[in-house]
C-alpha cells in the first residue's frame, strides 16, 4: 500500500478485482457521464491562493460536526451493497472510520444490519435513509438506529427514480445483494430503486424528523432554493450532492453549486459536498467555499476493493498527508484559517 500515492490510483486496483457488473455499479453515472467527469474538474478549474509567513509548524485539521468532534473535514458517504468491495462490507469503512475518528454515514441499502456496523466500535456514525413505499419499514428504520446510536438521520432526496445508466444496462448485476435494513435476508434480485417511495415531497420531511430526536441532514440539494426550504423543514444539515453523477447528467458539478447553496442557508444549517472530492486540495477548496466538511465515496470503496482494510487506511492516511500540506501552504494553521478568499474563481 505504500506505493499508492493518491486516491485515483485505487481505481484501476479495484477494477482488477472486482467483476464486471460491481465494477460498472461503483463506477458508472448516468447518459454521457457529463456529471461524472465534471465533478473532478470543477475543482480542478479553482486556483488556491497562499499566504505566506504564517507559524505553520503545528496544525488542526480537526472540527466538530453537528457538535461532534471529528479528526478530519472528511467522511465516508453513504454507498449501498458494499460487500461487492469485500466479503465483510460495511463493517470495515466502520471500523476504520471510528479508529480514524471520523465520521461514516452507513446507507439503507447496507448488506449488513445498522445494528451490526454500529457494534464495530464507538465513533460518529449516521444512518441515510431512503423512504420505502412501506412506510412502516423507514419509520422502524429510524426508530432502529436511534436505538443503535446513530448521530443523525440522512435523507437522500435526490433519487426519486435512477439516471440512465449505460455501465449498468450493460453489465448488469445479478442481484443487490441481502437488505437486512428493510427486512430482506437473501439476495433481492430487483431494483432497490423500486423500493423507494416516489411520491416523497416537501410535508413528508416533516414526517421523518417526527421520527425520532436525531438531528435532519437532508442529501441531495443543488438548488438554492431546495437548500432554503429544507432549512425551514427542519434540516440541521444539507449535504450538496448529484448523487456522484449517477442522477440527472448535465446537473452542475457539486463544489459549483455549494456557494449558492450556502448563500441560501446563511448559517442556519451545516452544509457538506460530496462529488469528485480525491486530493487534500479539493477538500480544503471545499471548506474555503463554505462547507463545513466533505464526504468520499468511490475512493474508499476502490481501496477497500483492492487492499480490504489497508486499502482503506491508506486512502485515510493520503488524505490526511495533502490536507496537513495544503493547510501548511495556505498558511492555514486552523480549518478557520480557510476563507473564501484563498480561493480565485
Known amino acids: 500500500m505504500t506505493t499508492i500515492a493518491n486516491l485515483r490510483e485505487f481505481e484501476a486496483?479495484?477494477?482488477?478485482?472486482?467483476?464486471?457488473?460491481?465494477?460498472?455499479?461503483?463506477?458508472?453515472?448516468?447518459?454521457?457521464?457529463?456529471?461524472?467527469?465534471?465533478?473532478?474538474?470543477a475543482f480542478a478549474r479553482r486556483r488556491l491562493l497562499p499566504r505566506v509567513l504564517v507559524d505553520i509548524e503545528e496544525v488542526d485539521p480537526s472540527t466538530t460536526i453537528l457538535g461532534q468532534r471529528v479528526a478530519f473535514?472528511?467522511?465516508?458517504?453513504?454507498?449501498?451493497?458494499?460487500?461487492?468491495?469485500?466479503?465483510?462490507?460495511?463493517?470495515?469503512p466502520a471500523r476504520v472510520a471510528a479508529n480514524s475518528r471520523l465520521l461514516y454515514c452507513l446507507s439503507t441499502f447496507s448488506n449488513r444490519p445498522l445494528e451490526d456496523v454500529a457494534a464495530v466500535g464507538r465513533g460518529t456514525r449516521w444512518f441515510q435513509l431512503y423512504?420505502?413505499?412501506?412506510?412502516g419499514?423507514?419509520?422502524?428504520?429510524?426508530?432502529?438506529?436511534?436505538?443503535?446510536?446513530?448521530?443523525?438521520?440522512?435523507?437522500?432526496?435526490?433519487?426519486?427514480?435512477?439516471?440512465?445508466?449505460?455501465?449498468?444496462?450493460?453489465?448488469?448485476?445479478?442481484?443487490g445483494g441481502r437488505l437486512p435494513n428493510i427486512g430482506t435476508a437473501e439476495a433481492y434480485r430487483g431494483s432497490i430503486v423500486d423500493l423507494i417511495d416516489q411520491t416523497l415531497t416537501w410535508p413528508?420531511?416533516?414526517?421523518?424528523?417526527?421520527?425520532?430526536?436525531?438531528?435532519?441532514?437532508?442529501?441531495?440539494?443543488?438548488?438554492?432554493?431546495?437548500?432554503?426550504?429544507?432549512?425551514?423543514?427542519?434540516?440541521?444539515?444539507?449535504?450538496?450532492?448529484?448523487?456522484?453523477?449517477?442522477?440527472?447528467?448535465?446537473?452542475?458539478a457539486s463544489i459549483d453549486a455549494l456557494e449558492p447553496v450556502v448563500d441560501a442557508v446563511a448559517g442556519r444549517a451545516e452544509v457538506y459536498l460530496d462529488g469528485g472530492v480525491r486530493r487534500g486540495t479539493d477538500i480544503v477548496t471545499a471548506l474555503a467555499l463554505g462547507a463545513r466538511a466533505v464526504?468520499?465515496?468511490?475512493?474508499?470503496?476502490?481501496?477497500?476493493?483492492?487492499?480490504?482494510?489497508?486499502?482503506?487506511?491508506?486512502?485515510?492516511?493520503?488524505?490526511?498527508?495533502?490536507?496537513?500540506?495544503?493547510?501548511?501552504?495556505?498558511?492555514?494553521?486552523?480549518?478557520?484559517?480557510?476563507?473564501?478568499?484563498?480561493?480565485?474563481?
Open 13 to 41: 486496483l479495484a477494477r482488477s478485482k472486482l467483476s464486471p457488473a460491481a465494477f460498472a455499479y461503483y463506477a458508472g453515472g448516468s447518459w454521457d457521464e457529463q456529471t461524472l467527469r465534471d465533478n473532478e474538474a
Open 73 to 92: 473535514p472528511f467522511g465516508f458517504a453513504p454507498a449501498a451493497n458494499q460487500e461487492l468491495a469485500h466479503g465483510e462490507g460495511e463493517v470495515i
Open 131 to 135: 423512504v420505502q413505499r412501506d412506510r
Open 137 to 175: 419499514r423507514s419509520e422502524e428504520m429510524v426508530r432502529r438506529a436511534a436505538a443503535a446510536g446513530y448521530g443523525a438521520i440522512v435523507l437522500t432526496v435526490d433519487l426519486p427514480t435512477a439516471g440512465y445508466r449505460e455501465r449498468e444496462i450493460r453489465e448488469p448485476l445479478a442481484d
Open 204 to 252: 413528508d420531511v416533516d414526517w421523518v424528523r417526527s421520527l425520532s430526536d436525531l438531528p435532519l441532514v437532508i442529501k441531495g440539494i443543488l438548488d438554492p432554493a431546495d437548500a432554503a426550504r429544507a432549512v425551514r423543514h427542519g434540516a440541521t444539515g444539507i449535504v450538496v450532492s448529484n448523487h456522484g453523477g449517477r442522477q440527472l447528467d448535465r446537473a452542475p
Open 295 to 345: 464526504f468520499i465515496g468511490r475512493p474508499y470503496l476502490y481501496a477497500m476493493a483492492a487492499a480490504g482494510e489497508a486499502g482503506i487506511l491508506r486512502c485515510v492516511e493520503i488524505l490526511e498527508a495533502e490536507l496537513r500540506i495544503a493547510m501548511k501552504l495556505l498558511g492555514a494553521p486552523t480549518l478557520a484559517g480557510l476563507t473564501r478568499d484563498r480561493v480565485l474563481g
